[in-house]
């Protein structure tokens, strides 16, 4: 049920001269209508179902300080509307003797409806501010507008905590017992898939977030002011919001774990292929690495004075590791499989990618020597087509190169410097002919 608004605030004048009837019926209407709008909000608060969770509640904290404050303002309230209802029903009672009051009737209507002859009995036991002046006295005296007044104050900062507890309680609860439930559903899933604590981090996490919504609920549950925060400015009550802090927190840290566990998943599922996948490519990185083995016997055997780059054996600890990830496979392991093969990844494809850097540094000079050797042929092409080929200079240096490259050890060295020889003896015979434009066929050649 709602509560409704800020009692009506008395609208009297201030005590002046006597009033007469007229003026006494219309004050009586007014307070009649006031008497009601109190009385109804009074009982809404006294219905408010954050009310009666705050009375059934173990309260701890900062709630359980204010809500005994609140109670005495209740208890207060209820004091300040009885004297006021008392007020009431005297000038009631005064107003009916005669249909047209007499003067001394209108004279207590005045000093009952404007005067301060409103007297409430001294309730410094319960009052939530103790008094400032001195000791208490035995009772107060109020005008009905300074009561008004009085009960408003009251009655705002009550239904403030009342209504802020009940947002508390409205709110967050429910979200944390849905969250909870959430957690139970990926905690299976995780134990499933081999993710406990002390296991995996996965696992750690979320008996951490178990125990910190089990805490938060019974610390919202016994104190929900720890998790209000006001709304700035606002004079309303009730005016703020619940904090969120801690449950948003939780709730993205188990977004984080359902996110691992699902890669869990994703690795179960693929596992198979993902372990043959790696076995072909450090099957492949073997192969390179013992083509680099065989071609570097072969380039100690043909080619002389060369630095020929040792070649490494295959990596038994890949291997190893690769073993231990199908072990991981049969036993259902896959939270620790999941990591093994992620890096075993990364590592496989960095040794193929050795191995076929280590082929390439010990194939270099077999390479060389085939450039030499094509480099030696197309210059004797060259100088066949210029009708140059029996020429004497020519022939010798090229079966001298033709020696050199086609021996074994091949010497690099002495090879680039016959064919380079050979490339001179060409490129002098050439000259003559391009200057008597003899070579005009050949104008888009090169030397």
């Given amino acids: 049920m709602g509560v409704a608004g800020s009692f009506p605030s008395f609208a009297g004048r201030p005590p002046g001269p006597v009033m007469d009837r007229d003026e006494a019926d219309r004050a009586l209407a007014r307070l009649g209508a006031e008497h009601e709008a109190v009385e109804t909000s009074l009982l809404a608060l006294q219905d408010h179902a954050g009310r009666r969770l705050l009375e059934g509640a173990d309260l701890t904290g900062v709630t359980k300080d204010r809500w005994a404050s609140a109670e005495q303002s209740i208890t207060l309230l209820w004091g300040y509307f009885d004297a006021y209802a008392g007020a009431l029903t005297a000038a009631r009672e005064i107003r009916a003797r005669r249909r047209y009051p007499s003067k001394d009737d209108l004279v207590a209507l ?4 404007r005067g301060d002859g409103v007297t409430v009995a001294n309730t410094a036991s319960v009052s939530p501010e103790p008094g400032l002046t001195g000791p208490a006295r035995l009772s107060e005296r ?28 409205s709110a967050l609860p429910a979200r944390i017992d849905l969250l909870a439930a959430e957690l139970r559903r990926t905690r299976s ?13 996965a696992g750690d996490d979320l008996e951490s977030i178990t125990q910190e919504l089990t805490t938060l609920r019974v610390q919202v549950i016994s104190d929900p002011l720890a998790f209000w925060l006001p709304g700035p400015g606002s004079a309303a009550p009730g005016g703020g919001r619940p904090d969120t802090t801690r449950y948003d927190r939780a709730a993205r840290a188990l977004e984080d774990v359902r996110r691992e566990i699902e890669a869990v998943l994703a690795v179960r599922q693929d596992a198979e292929q993902r372990l043959v996948r790696l076995r072909d490519v450090l099957s492949r990185a073997d192969r390179t690495l013992a083509e680099a083995r065989s071609a570097r016997g072969e380039v100690l055997a ?5 630095e020929v780059p040792a ?12 073993a231990a990830a199908s072990e991981y496979r049969r036993h259902a392991q896959w939270n620790r499989l999941s990591p093994l093969l992620d890096s075993l990844e990364r590592e496989a494809e960095d040794e193929l990618l050795r191995a076929r850097e280590s082929l390439t540094s010990v194939t270099a000079p077999l390479a060389v020597r085939a450039e030499l050797r094509g480099r030696l042929d197309a210059y004797k092409a060259k100088v066949a087509r210029h009708g140059m080929a029996e020429d004497p200079v020519l022939i010798e240096r090229y079966d001298a190169a033709r020696r050199v490259l086609w021996s074994a050890p091949c010497d690099l060295r002495v090879a680039e410097q016959t064919v380079l020889r050979y490339q001179q003896a060409a490129a002098d015979l050439l000259t003559p002919l391009r200057r008597d434009g003899q070579g005009r066929g050949e104008q888009g050649e090169t030397s």
């Fill in 302 to 306: 043909k080619i002389a004075a060369s």
């Fill in 311 to 322: 070649v490494s054996g295959p990596s038994t600890a890949l291997q190893e590791r690769l």
């Fill in 142 to 169: 109020f005008t009905l507008e300074e009561l008004v007044a009085r009960m408003n104050d009251l009655y705002a900062r009550s239904l403030d905590m009342v209504v802020a507890s009940d947002s508390v309680w």
């Fill in 189 to 201: 899933l995780a134990h499933s898939v081999g993710v406990r604590p002390g296991e995996h981090p």
């Fill in 110 to 113: 005045t000093e009952l409806l």
